[in-house]
């Protein structure tokens, strides 16, 4: 079946580092693919998503692109900072079983001023 | 505007006992879902619904119970089959006609064992 694999964490940057959390999936078909954001004590948000090879994903500084031929949606920021801090979420979704989404099992991200 | 709204946010249940949990969305989504999130860990699907008066399990169903009968709302019972009920239970919709629409989240319930 589908799946996501995302990068252990937790994952600790100073400010203004540069981030990559990886992601690759396993679909069958041609599915959409996503990255949310949880921060303590809330439910999860979209940060950003990407339908079809080669689109590229951004906002809030953070950018992803769909590589078909890896399989791959790794999460890059260029500069971090401290209300970064949240875990982040790689997720698909193929138009199967009721569009359920896939979530991988989550980086937990923390920034230090 | 538009949202989900879960109530209540923290929730305690004594043994034996069921607990309903609530959920309530003004997007006029049709697609509808429960999730179970343990510390340091990612989300498992309990139930969805796809339209009103039908819903199907997820991966982690038993001991829980939905129904669906307004589009609007899609509450979740812990029943006291559930043995470890203590968790973060979120729920989210979509719109349900594609699949390259993300889910929204509410803000989440939290359950704990008296």
């Known amino acids: 079946g589908d799946s996501v694999t995302q990068m252990e964490g937790p994952v600790t940057l100073s400010e203004e580092a540069c981030l990559t959390i990886?992601?690759?999936?396993?679909?069958?078909?041609?599915?959409?693919l996503f990255w949310y954001v949880q921060y303590p004590g809330e439910g999860l948000q979209l940060l950003l998503k990407?339908?079809?090879?080669?689109d590229k994903g951004s906002n809030k500084g953070f950018e992803a692109t769909y590589r078909k031929e890896t399989t791959s949606f790794h999460l890059e920021k260029g500069s971090v900072q401290v209300s970064d801090s949240a875990v982040y979420f790689c997720?698909?979704?193929?138009?199967?079983?009721?569009?359920?989404?896939?979530f991988g099992a989550g980086t937990r991200l923390f920034v230090k001023a | 505007d538009g949202g989900i709204t879960q109530s209540p946010k923290y929730l305690f249940r004594k043994e034996g006992q069921n607990v309903t949990l609530s959920c309530e969305q003004n997007?006029?989504?049709?697609?509808m879902y429960w999730y179970r999130q343990d510390p340091g860990q990612g989300l498992r699907l309990i139930y969805y619904s796809q339209i009103v008066n039908d819903f199907q399990k997820g991966d982690i169903a038993e001991g829980y119970s939905v129904s669906r009968e307004k589009k609007e709302s899609f509450p979740l019972t812990v029943t006291s089959a559930q043995k470890n009920p203590t968790a973060f239970y979120l729920c989210a919709s979509s719109i349900g006609e594609t699949s390259n629409q993300p889910q929204h989240f509410g803000d989440g319930t939290r359950l704990s064992i008296l």
């Open positions: 997007l006029n989504h049709d697609a």
């Open positions: 997720a698909l979704s193929d138009g199967t079983g009721g569009f359920k989404t896939i």
């Open positions: 990407a339908t079809k090879a080669d």
């Open positions: 990886n992601c690759t999936y396993t679909a069958t078909g041609y599915p959409s």
